[in-house]
């Protein structure tokens, strides 16, 4: 009884480690997603401008490319933020299969070190690993930073738009 409990726990954590893998998978397609469709809208912004539209019309334009990049952008975070607890529940649940067999603990042990910040012995003929100081900063946080920082770009460009647009229609 006692190894089919342990054949489960080992399946269920196989899954699991395919379940993290799609998800962070499906984090980095989404990035380079947003990214790409990011840099269409500005290539797009550019080329209209290349038209050399009038400064009302360039204005407007403008407007609405940064409007929908802006919306595009508060998606984006929100997608971030939920695939990202996705991963960390897949971490919190390896870790408890890893506790329950007890002779596991590869994530135990990358939890410790990467989150925890704990030195991982791994023994004298290995060494331990000490996380630098450096490595310290999750790469997750500064992925989930890019969101705001284009969606305030677009914001910016908004204003801008809006700034050119009244100004012209006052003179």
């Not at 726990?9 to 380079?32: C, F, G, M, P, V």
């Not at 929100?78 to 390896?94: G, S, T």
């Amino acid at each position: 009884m006692e190894h089919q409990c342990e054949a489960k726990l080992i399946a269920e954590y196989q899954a699991n480690i395919e379940l993290w893998k799609h998800d962070d998978t499906l984090r980095q397609q989404r990035q380079s997603n947003f990214l790409t469709l990011n840099t269409i809208l500005f290539v797009g912004l550019g080329a209209v401008a290349g038209f050399k539209p009038s400064i009302i019309h360039l204005g407007i334009i403008m407007f609405f490319f940064s409007l929908f990049g802006l919306l595009l952008s508060i998606i984006w975070h929100k997608v971030q933020v939920r695939n990202a607890e996705y991963v960390r529940f897949r971490r919190f649940q390896l870790q408890h299969i890893e506790s329950k067999l007890g002779n596991i603990d590869t994530f135990t042990n990358t939890y410790n070190a990467f989150y925890n910040f704990k030195n991982v012995d791994f023994g004298e003929k290995i060494s331990t690993f000490i996380l630098t100081e450096q490595a310290k900063h999750r790469s997750t946080l500064s992925e989930g930073k890019l969101p705001t920082l284009i969606g305030g770009f677009w914001s910016v460009s908004a204003m801008a738009s809006i700034i050119l647009i009244v100004i012209k229609m006052g003179t």
